[in-house]
């Protein structure tokens, strides 16, 4: 691609292409016809392989602007080539946006509202019409609006997403949505929230088409056509005609069976996950909408004609969401489990809508779905139920529709994947290309020795291009995916399912695994240890209960029952499990008020909480004055106004509520201790904050705090239902403390250990408090008792400052001089099997430092995570860019998660281990029905036994090939080959049941401490290979020269009877005899058949490896009693010949006594394949065992090796380090 001409798109993304524009050239099309007529179409196939060189051999460069074909490449790693067409539609405008009702100017005048799409001028058109479903097309709308100059709109469709020229940018660009004009909050509100009329809807699906997330089943031809048109097959196609015309037509035929059953299986696999995915999908795809349209009136419609920009009626028993869309009145109960995973009830409040002379922040900043989610509704998601005010209706605006929305991208990621990177297959296309290489040599050894015995042309090019399908197995695929489909199912057994059968194999070089904490690595409910409130400033003693009879009417116990998000579902609490605890421990009661309540709180429907009657004082007299005092006082309750839901990013969440009976309102907030104290008054949050927050989290405990406000008298309803939630959560008075416990699963530490025993690293990833993590890792063992804790506070740069880095000690945050220096060793980080006898470090960090020091430090991060080990208070985000960080160093990365929140990193992770069975564990490439991480060390095991048994299956089916091979070249020698029959027993009888029961070995019962390699380019392996290759060669050859001196060794003739030495000749088997036009039958050939037929079983044996990643040999009974038939079926037929199974076969009678020495080579054979292979496991086992005598190839085992002769590394606890002027490196202070 020409750089001056080069355009990118998506630019920072993980979508990021470059793209360059060809147009259609007609001379180089006339060659290329040429070229594929001469080719037999060949030329085609090839052009359709390599898309670059199909756009390069038919299309000349042009401007993106001009072009009519786009080539584009991936940037990552994998560089992948993509074509697409560009396309034309018309359209009264060039911007989605504009307002076609009022506006009376040329589309592309200036006076034109702004927006990043302008007209151009048009440079080709397909004559593309869009038709909506209610039948209306582009030339209609044009006709409408006769005053408009019609523009010609130009893109192009790629993974399900239209890129649309823009004018402007000078590039193609994505129509997202709404997002795409920048609204604000309060734009929303002003300009939005009306609807749109029937016109402007249908001129918006001009540009973003039917609302729908089509998952398309190509039909059974489609798929079958793609199928057939892999390379493989089209060799298998080229291997049938040959040996068709060699006269093979047996093998021929068995060949063609095998294909056509593989293809079968392929497309019924291929087909049944399409139809899976578009029934996922389509469930809830298409429903009936009522749509609010500008003239105030309401109309159904289909959820396929929804535009960005529509305004929705949600209705109040709930609906599934067609689209992405946010609330602007109303609040919305929501089940989000098809995103995040979580089962637990969401609530979505409307978006804040500023009231004249006031203002926020919040309605001013641009709109924008990750900022702004706690207010939209996703598509796909299950909206339980709304709640509205008397006589309003919960509205929301579509923002995205399609694959724009969030349902729509995890679609597109299961439909458009990333190839799967692994080692072993790049590895595997390399040993095909070394196979094509012999295959090469013999390929012209067979042409010179043919010419030099003047063989007939048309053999010569059989038997020469015989030699290449020799070589190279056709069986190869399906037995390099026989272990991992064994694999799979033996997973599955254990209740891991697999969606992505491809990354197993990768899981057995996993060498780190991140975990998240809560669900994960402890139990998902959290159980209440006690309360510490908060009284003039300072702690109370804390007290076990919050339902004791003296603090039912505190504030304290009012903030615990009102601030949540809990709702009732069909009688039912629902809502967080944390709120539920804390709910349930005040032991007050919720209600959903009924209509004729809501007068008491101003017109509004909340949520009322109240004490039980046995909470509240007992009775204090009996007088009938009393008594009625009594009553009123026992109605005490309490209205939910308004709530701020609970936010990741903000930490905290809070409610606006009213007593039964007062006048103003008061203000509740719960959330992270260190935040809520930073919006309360300084004089009510006690001066031992600190400590008392820090003598919790270190015990492990989760800790929350709780504050309070009295809000003006003149904040009325309706104005808090408008406010800004910062114009609330400020000047809050301290509360205290809620104490929760959040107990260890039980087999989180043994697993843990196991992963250690392993050399496998553990991290944790959490969105927790620092300290109550780092209590966690150690209770767990993921840090032992000994180890140091170093944490790594960062702070970006301010007013004038650089960005600096503070180290301080976990354990000793207030000591220093005490601490010793801490030494670095890449036994921290290399498999080695004896103990560690230098001290460890593990750095714990906020996602707030991760974030300044990603930013600020990016060549100190590597060292970060080479050794960091709790990562607290992370978002979703922050948790993916980890994984990647890790990835950065080579780091073979799982991760396992309960699903909330963890679905970037499940799907970025070389291995994703939901514990979800929702949804959302189709982000993740594995999901465990077992909900604790001992699906893990199963995994790896699996993943490592399924490693092995693909490099068994490699190696035995090279050797296959290649004694094969040197069977054929040293047959070709004497003109002869092996027979039809021949070449199907040794591929179907030994080849194919031995490659797929040698398969079967289960995983080994433990994980030990090296892991298998991950490529067939190592020293070992290739040594074990060519040496194999080199003991067959060597025994072949000496059976083939060594039959030839023995002394009644003659030319086979069909007179010959080498078994009966004698001068009778039977004169009639001499006119029965068939005349051998192939000379197939000779004294060679029958013991070279005979000697190979043992050595394919012999290496297959040989290949065979148990321990330590998979049950030895003698367990997998199949594979055994396979091996064990096939050498009484050899050994009988050799010794006591059956004359019928010779004649098959075309085997001639031997002498015994050549038998036996048949027996002596293949016996002798054994033995040394045996040794030699046993000497090279013992050497390498050595070499895995020995860490300082191997060449570290990891980028993070560089790493440790140069740390560890860093005088200055790890930095000293009390020390900081600042980001110097040029932000690449830093400086230790």
Not at 420 to 426: H, P, V
Not at 1100 to 1125: C, D, E, H, M
Request: hydrophobic share 40%; charged share 20%; net charge negative.
């Amino acid at each position: 691609m020409e750089k001056e001409d080069l355009k990118i798109l998506n630019k920072g993304e993980d979508e990021e292409m470059e793209l360059q524009g060809y147009r259609l050239c007609r001379w180089r099309l006339v060659l290329v016809g040429l070229g594929v007529l001469c080719t037999g179409g060949f030329l085609l196939l090839l052009l359709y392989w390599m898309p670059e060189w199909c756009v390069k051999a038919t299309c000349i460069p042009t401007t993106a602007c001009d072009a009519e074909v786009v080539l584009l490449r991936s940037t990552d790693e994998f560089r992948r080539w993509f074509l697409a067409k560009v396309r034309v539609i018309l359209a009264p405008g060039s911007n989605p946006f504009y307002n076609l009702e009022t506006q009376t100017t040329s589309p592309s005048s200036p006076s034109s509202p702004s927006c990043p799409f302008s007209s151009s001028s048009p440079c080709m058109a397909n004559g593309d019409t869009r038709q909506s479903s209610d039948g209306i097309t582009a030339r209609e709308l044009i006709r409408r609006y006769v005053e408009y100059q019609p523009t010609k709109m130009r893109y192009f469709t790629l993974h399900s997403t239209k890129y649309y020229w823009n004018d402007r940018a000078q590039n193609f660009e994505v129509l997202t949505g709404l997002e795409d004009l920048n609204v604000t909050a309060a734009t929303l509100h002003s300009e939005h929230s009306k609807g749109l009329t029937r016109n402007q809807q249908d001129y918006r699906r001009l540009f973003f088409g039917l609302n729908e997330i089509e998952v398309k089943v190509p039909s059974v031809f489609k798929l079958l056509i793609k199928e057939v048109l892999n390379p493989f097959y089209i060799f298998q196609l080229f291997s049938v005609i040959l040996w068709s015309a060699d006269e093979y037509y047996y093998y021929a035929i068995a060949i063609v069976i095998m294909s056509v059953i593989s293809i079968a299986t392929s497309l019924y696999t291929i087909k049944k996950q399409y139809v899976m995915l578009h029934d996922m999908v389509a469930a809830h795809s298409i429903v009936r909408v009522s749509v609010c349209r500008a003239e105030n009136d309401i109309e159904e419609v289909m959820s396929t004609d929804l535009v960005p920009g529509d305004v929705i009626v949600i209705p109040s028993n709930g609906t599934i969401m067609p689209c992405d869309a946010v609330l602007v009145s109303g609040t919305c109960i929501v089940n989000e489990s098809m995103l995040t995973g979580e089962s637990v009830p969401v609530t979505k409040t409307n978006l804040p809508n500023q009231l004249p002379g006031e203002s926020g922040d919040e309605s001013l900043s641009a709109y924008s779905i990750e900022e702004h989610k706690r207010h939209t509704l996703f598509c796909g998601t299950n909206v339980i139920q709304t709640r509205f005010y008397t006589g309003e209706l919960v509205k929301a605006v579509v923002v995205r529709t399609g694959f724009s929305t969030a349902k729509g991208q995890l679609v597109r990621s299961i439909l458009y994947p990333k190839p799967t990177d692994f080692k072993l297959y790049r590895d595997a296309y390399l040993f095909l290309l070394c196979l094509v290489g012999v295959a090469g040599i013999g390929f012209f050894y067979s042409i010179a020795l043919s010419i030099m015995n003047k063989v007939s042309a048309q053999t010569i090019i059989i038997e020469s291009l015989d030699i290449i399908t020799i070589t190279v197995p056709p069986a190869l695929p399906a037995a390099m995916t026989a272990g991992i489909v064994y694999a799979q199912r033996r997973l599955k057994n254990i209740g891991i399912f697999c969606i992505s059968p491809q990354r197993i194999n990768i899981c057995g070089q996993i060498n780190l695994v991140c975990f998240d904490k809560t669900g994960t690595l402890t139990e998902d409910g959290l159980d209440l240890w006690g309360v510490q409130r908060v009284e003039n400033g300072s702690f109370q003693q804390s007290d076990e209960k919050a339902s004791k009879e003296n603090l039912v009417k505190s504030q304290f116990v009012a903030c615990m029952a009102s601030c949540h998000s809990l709702t009732k579902i069909e009688g039912r609490l629902s809502g967080d499990p944390l709120d539920l605890k804390m709910f349930e421990a005040t032991g007050w009661v919720l209600e959903e008020a009924t209509e004729e309540e809501t007068a008491l709180h101003n017109r509004i429907m909340p949520t009322v909480v109240r004490p039980t009657k046995q909470l509240l004082p007992s009775q204090p007299s009996s007088t009938e004055h009393d008594m009625e005092l009594y009553d009123l006082s026992s109605q005490y309750e309490i209205g939910i106004v308004r709530q701020f839901p609970f936010s990741s990013a903000l930490q905290r969440m809070s409610v606006v509520a009213r007593l039964l009976g007062e006048k103003r309102m008061d203000a509740y907030m719960k959330g992270a201790p260190e935040v809520v104290a930073r919006h309360c008054k300084t004089e009510t949050v006690p001066d031992n904050f600190a400590e008392v927050l820090e003598g919790y989290t270190k015990q492990g405990f989760r800790v929350i705090a709780l504050a309070h406000r009295r809000l003006e008298s003149k904040l009325t309803w309706h104005k808090v239902q408008n406010i800004n939630r910062d114009h609330i959560e400020t000047n809050m008075e301290f509360l205290g403390l809620i104490i929760m416990q959040n107990k260890l699963k039980t087999e989180t530490p043994v697993v843990l250990q196991d992963l250690h025993r392993a050399n496998i690293r553990t991290v944790m990833v959490t969105g927790d408090n620092m300290l109550t993590a780092i209590s966690v890792a150690r209770d767990c063992g993921m840090i032992l008792p000994q180890d140091t804790v170093i944490i790594s506070d960062a702070i970006a740069p301010h007013d004038g400052q650089t960005a600096r880095i503070t180290w301080r000690c976990a354990d000793k945050p207030s000591m220093a001089a005490h601490l010793e220096e801490v030494n670095i060793s890449l036994e921290d980080v290399c498999p080695i099997d004896e103990p560690k006898q230098q001290e460890r470090y593990h750095f714990a960090m906020s996602g707030k430092s991760f974030a300044v020091i990603s930013e600020h430090f990016p060549d100190m991060l590597p060292k970060l995570v080479l050794h960091g080990t709790v990562f607290a208070r992370m978002s979703p985000d922050q948790k993916t860019q980890l994984i990647e960080a890790l990835q950065d160093v080579d780091y073979f990365v799982g991760m396992c998660g309960d699903g909330a929140n963890d679905c970037g990193a499940l799907k970025r992770a070389h291995s994703g281990i939901s514990l979800s069975e929702l949804e959302a564990s189709v982000a993740s490439p594995f999901t465990s029905r077992t909900p604790n991480i001992s699906c893990v060390p199963s995994l790896i095991r699996e993943g490592r036994a399924a490693l092995i048994t693909s490099f068994c299956v490699f190696k035995f089916m090279a050797l296959y090939s290649i004694i094969q091979y040197i069977s054929v070249t040293l047959l070709y020698s004497i003109l002869s080959n092996l027979g039809d029959f021949q070449f199907l027993f040794i591929d179907i009888a030994i080849i194919l049941v031995v490659v797929f029961t040698m398969s079967l070995n289960p995983a080994w019962k433990e994980l030990v401490a090296h892991p298998p390699p991950s490529g067939l380019i190592s020293g070992p392996l290739l040594l074990s290979v060519l040496s194999q290759i080199l003991i067959c060669f060597g025994f072949q050859l000496f059976a083939f020269f060594w039959v030839q001196l023995q002394p009644w060794y003659t030319i086979w003739t069909p007179l010959s009877d080498a078994c009966n030495v004698s001068s009778h000749t039977n004169v009639s088997n001499l006119t029965e005899t068939e005349v051998d036009d192939h000379n197939i039958q000779n004294y060679e050939n029958t013991s070279l058949f005979y000697v190979s037929c043992f050595q394919y079983l012999l290496v297959a044996i040989v290949f065979s490896k148990g321990k330590p990643f998979r049950q030895p040999s003698y367990k997998n009974w199949p594979f055994v009693l396979t091996a064990l038939i096939l050498y009484i079926f050899l050994l009988t037929n050799m010794f006591y010949p059956a004359e019928a199974i010779d004649e098959v076969l075309q085997i001639v009678c031997v002498p015994l006594d050549w038998r036996l020495k048949l027996l002596l080579i293949i016996a002798v054979n054994a033995a040394v394949s045996v040794v030699v292979e046993k000497g090279i496991e013992l050497s390498a086992h050595k070499c895995l065992c020995c860490p300082s005598k191997m060449t570290h190839k990891a980028r993070y085992m560089h790493l440790a090796q140069e740390l560890s002769v860093d005088p200055d590394w790890p930095p000293k606890p009390t020390t900081t380090t600042e980001a110097k002027a040029c932000p690449e490196n830093g400086s230790i202070s």
